[in-house]
Nanobody, 125 residues
Framework: QVQLVESGGGLVEAGGSLRLSCAAS????????MGWFRQAPGKEREFVSA????????NYLWSVKGRFTISRDNAKNTVYLQMNNLKPEDTAVYYC??????????????????WGQGIQVTVSS
């Protein structure tokens, strides 16, 4: 069993920054692909970013490339999402997810077996 707990969300003005953290406990974190997804009100959940176990495979949603940076610290069992130049359209509940047994940073939600409870990010215009 894997438990994922997100933190770092909140309210920020457009152009501002936030850093989300996801602390993992339970089964081995260092071998898992870790991903971030988000869901805005009335919209489908969408992939934001993912990173494989050693950081050699990283994937981003096209609209966040150059603004968001994913990273991980396997010693702390934590994955991060640094979000810069935030826009109102980034407003959503952000979810951390974990996928075991994969090599690449998959954007497919159905490959992630464990999910956090989600954290709200609100960007005001």
């Amino acid at each position: 069993q894997v438990q994922l707990v997100e933190s770092g969300g909140g309210l920020v003005e457009a152009g501002g920054s936030l850093r989300l953290s996801c602390a993992a406990s339970g089964r081995t974190f260092s071998n898992a692909v870790m991903g971030w997804f988000r869901q805005a009100p009335g919209k489908e959940r969408e992939f934001v970013s993912a990173i494989n176990w050693n950081g050699n495979s990283i994937n981003y949603l096209w609209s966040v490339k150059g603004r968001f940076t994913i990273s991980r610290d396997n010693a702390k069992n934590t994955v991060y999402l640094q979000m810069n130049n935030l826009k109102p359209e980034d407003t959503a509940v952000y979810y951390c997810a974990s996928a075991a047994g994969l090599h690449g940073a998959t954007p497919r939600a159905n490959e992630y077996g464990y999910w956090g409870q989600g954290i709200q990010v609100t960007v005001s215009s």
